[in-house]
């Protein structure tokens, strides 16, 4: 059974003070990780696909990474607005189906 | 540019009555739609995906229904609500041609079942 684990739950940082979050994955055949961000009450934000080991993805003070048994999501000097939820979920290619989502990591930064 | 429109984005019904929550997408074509469950501290949980129209697949048994009644409309319906049925229903689309994965989702509709 495909499983993804995100670690911390919930995580919480000065503004500026940079961190990673982490998800490992165990899928038969990754095809794709993809990393999320939600806002409390909207719906998930697509934000990152990652097809290969060593891949790695930036968007403005985000970074993420992939191995063959975990993504990282590496948040660099961040602030306040980067607080949010953040999913990574795993594509195993399985049909329309075959994508397992990890529960998330809460990510409080104070200003 | 494609973009996925969900309504109500807030309900509050009492047990036992009917439901219908509405997906629509805009700016593609034959995409897959799927319907998710989001519970605290459960994560995303997906009840239903069509790969067409009229064509359906439940992952979860339940009192809930799908519909595909056009290419880009999908509904999620229920005859009588259960007070478990409460929660934060996610409406998403994915490119059906390349099927890499990557979902698109609607703002969501809270539900709550009193």
């Known amino acids: ?111 | 540019s494609q973009t996925i429109h969900q309504w109500p984005a807030t309900l509050v019904q009492p047990v036992g009555s009917p439901l219908s929550l509405e997906c629509t997408v805009e700016g593609t074509s034959n995409p897959n739609l799927y319907w998710y469950r989001q519970a605290a501290g459960r994560g995303l949980q997906l009840l239903f995906y069509s790969v067409g129209i009229g064509q359906i697949s439940s992952e979860v048994p339940q009192n809930l229904s799908a519909s595909r009644p056009q290419d880009r409309q999908f509904i999620l319906s229920s005859k009588k609500l259960l007070l478990s049925d409460s929660g934060f229903y996610l409406c998403a689309w994915s490119a059906r041609r390349t099927n890499t994965g990557e979902l698109f989702f609607g703002e969501g509709s809270r539900l709550t079942v009193l």
Request: aromatic share 10%; hydrophobic share 30%; glycine share 10%.
């Open chain 1, 1 to 111: 059974e495909d499983q993804v684990t995100q670690s911390p739950e919930a995580l919480r940082l000065q503004e500026g003070e940079s961190s990673s979050l982490n998800c490992s994955y165990t899928v038969s055949g990754l095809r794709g990780l993809f990393w999320y961000r939600q806002d409390p009450g909207k719906g998930p934000e697509f934000l990152f696909t990652l097809y290969s080991a060593g891949e790695e993805k930036e968007k403005e003070r985000l970074k993420a990474t992939l191995t063959k048994k975990e993504s990282f999501l590496h948040i660099t000097a961040p602030k306040p607005e980067d607080s949010a939820t953040y999913l990574c979920a795993a594509h195993s290619g399985g049909g329309a189906d075959g994508l397992t989502f990890g529960k998330g990591t809460h990510l409080i930064i104070q200003p």
